[in-house]
């Protein structure tokens, strides 16, 4: 069967489960991996089979959603392999996005599948290359709304219309419409736009503008920046005041030193700040911190028959990365909603401070890499009454001096901590046994190298001199970022009413690392280097 007969089968499939009710099951997911990894010319199947599947009834908007969110998913493979530095990666994603311009991005590309097709490789969080933009570029400029020399915007018939047709009710809806719309363009075609949102006669369009402040690219974030700077005071409403103060430690000293020249002029133009309002919560739940150093959050929030789940998604070394709202009409809803996450997922009920902290974290983490949290965490923080949200580096030594001194000055309210020893050796255990670490292992270029490297060797204790490889090569250098995440899920145990294992005991862990114990003599790292290797050798083949 041919690559792109049997992707269309699959397809169809897929459709079908999800049309009786279920998600497509794990050997379809497994049956998509497999074909993804190992035909030849499978991305360009799928660009090319992605315009054939526009839809015109309700079967076939199945079936292209089905497509797109196997793109969504080969999208995320790349990355994830490119981030992981894998050989070939970065060529493929250049050649899916080369398929992509071709098949989809052309003069007479349907604007919808355009636009979803860019909100995958938007959310993918991958870098647009030349060819999507000038594909794209082609495309926009032949529209009606792109007049003059260098495809000058009419801002009133591009946006205002469109938004008002698309049945927008907020600006953060509005964002989401012209990222899609326009997000694939050059940078200074969209700094371009921003700047003309800033200076539009409608308040609508100028508090859409401030939050371009969130785009995935810096140069257009910078540029709207630099126009909220210079723009007169009288210029900013009451609850794009309130957002500016809401967000501004959110960004790199050069963004907030710009927010704090705008949020200057609006005070001295006299603007009130718009009263933050929010609904209560309902309740607050963390997952586990993952083997790639992801968590988490859900928020519920509402009264009455308005509840909002709201989902903040953080990553160790990345910050704020991702964020969705979900509207649910009671308690009961969101209830079902969580009891119906895998059960592959880890998460608890934890106290708001301990999102608090981590959240601020995140921030910190993503300000100090010049980027910008992702654009819903200002709706979600409005959602529910969030102006405490500060970018704060958490330090781990900090937290275990504190926890430290908690535990010696004993009380009846701690849980039974054990002996340093007995609490080391107890953590062997935890990546077999426990949900909250059964995916604490490295799975990168260097891993397969190191392994690789051990292997070659004689003998019959070559597994054995990979896992001192994995232990010296791999996670001695990474040692800062284990004891960041066992410090962070040492708080996670902390702030829960029954913690799979008492804190105390991962909080003697955490110690072991920062004292600088040899990795070797950790029973948790060690089980880490073993499972790390037993991963490399199943993915190498040896």
Not at 147 to 170: F, H, K, P, V, W
Not at 445 to 451: A, P, S, Y
Not at 516 to 541: F, H, Q, S, V, Y
Request: negative net charge.
């Amino acid at each position: 069967m041919g690559t792109k007969k049997g992707l269309l089968s699959l397809i169809d499939r897929m459709a079908k489960a999800m049309g009786s009710g279920f998600q497509a099951d794990q050997d379809l997911e497994d049956e998509f991996r497999t074909m993804a990894m190992e035909k030849p010319g499978f991305d360009e199947e799928l660009a090319a089979l992605l315009p054939t599947l526009i839809p015109r009834t309700a079967r076939e908007e199945a079936r292209i959603n089905v497509a797109i969110g196997l793109l969504s998913c080969l999208v995320e493979e790349l990355r994830i392999d490119m981030e992981r530095g894998r050989k070939g990666a970065a060529e493929r994603m250049a050649a899916l996005q080369e398929s992509l311009a071709a098949h989809v991005f052309g003069e007479e590309g349907d604007a919808n599948l355009c636009a979803a097709v860019g909100r995958v490789l938007l959310e993918g969080r991958v870098e647009i290359l030349p060819a999507i933009h000038e594909a794209n570029r082609r495309r926009m400029l032949s529209a009606p709304a792109f007049q003059g020399e260098g495809g000058s915007i009419d801002m009133d018939t591009y946006l205002s219309e469109g938004l008002r047709e698309a049945g927008c009710t907020n600006p953060f809806e509005a964002l989401d419409l012209v990222l899609e719309q326009t997000g694939l363009m050059e940078p200074q075609y969209q700094a371009a736009m921003a700047g003309q949102m800033l200076a539009s006669g409608q308040e609508k369009l100028r508090e859409l503008g401030v939050l371009m402040l969130f785009h995935p690219l810096a140069e257009v974030r910078a540029a709207t920046a630099a126009a909220l700077a210079r723009a007169e005071g009288v210029e900013i409403s009451p609850e794009t005041l309130r957002r500016l103060i809401i967000m501004r430690n959110w960004f790199p000293p050069e963004i907030r030193s710009e927010l704090d020249s705008a949020i200057a002029n609006a005070r001295r133009a006299k603007v009130e700040c718009a009263p933050l309002k929010g609904y209560p919560l309902h309740s607050v739940s963390a997952t586990t911190i993952d083997g790639a150093g992801a968590q988490s959050f859900w928020f519920s929030a509402g009264e009455k028959k308005r509840f909002d789940l709201c989902n903040i998604l953080w990553k160790q070394g990345a910050g704020v990365i991702d964020t969705f709202t979900h509207r649910l009409p009671s308690a009961k809803g969101v209830e079902r909603f969580m009891e119906g996450l895998p059960d592959a997922m880890c998460f608890a009920e934890v106290d708001p401070a301990y999102v608090d902290k981590v959240i601020g974290h995140a921030l910190a983490v993503g300000a100090a890499r010049g980027g910008a949290p992702h654009r819903g965490l200002l709706q979600i923080a409005e959602l529910i009454g969030a102006d405490r949200w500060r970018a704060e580096v958490l330090i781990p030594e900090h937290e275990l001096a504190a926890m430290g001194e908690e535990l010696a000055g004993g009380g009846t309210d701690l849980p039974a901590a054990g002996t340093v020893p007995e609490a080391l050796q107890e953590s062997s255990e935890w990546p077999a046994w426990e949900g909250f670490a059964d995916t604490w292992f490295e799975d990168d270029e260097t891993v397969d190298r190191v392994v690789q490297a051990a292997m070659k060797g004689k003998g019959r204790n070559r597994e054995e001199k990979a896992v001192a490889a994995i232990l010296a090569e791999v996670l001695e250098p990474r040692r800062g970022v284990w004891l960041e995440r066992l410090v962070l899920m040492v708080l996670w145990l902390k702030c829960q009413k029954s913690p799979p294992v008492p804190w105390p005991r991962m909080y003697h862990v955490a110690a072991a690392m920062a004292d600088g114990r040899p990795l070797r003599d950790i029973p948790l790292m060690r089980a880490i280097a073993e499972i790390t290797c037993g991963a490399a050798l199943e993915r190498c083949g040896s």
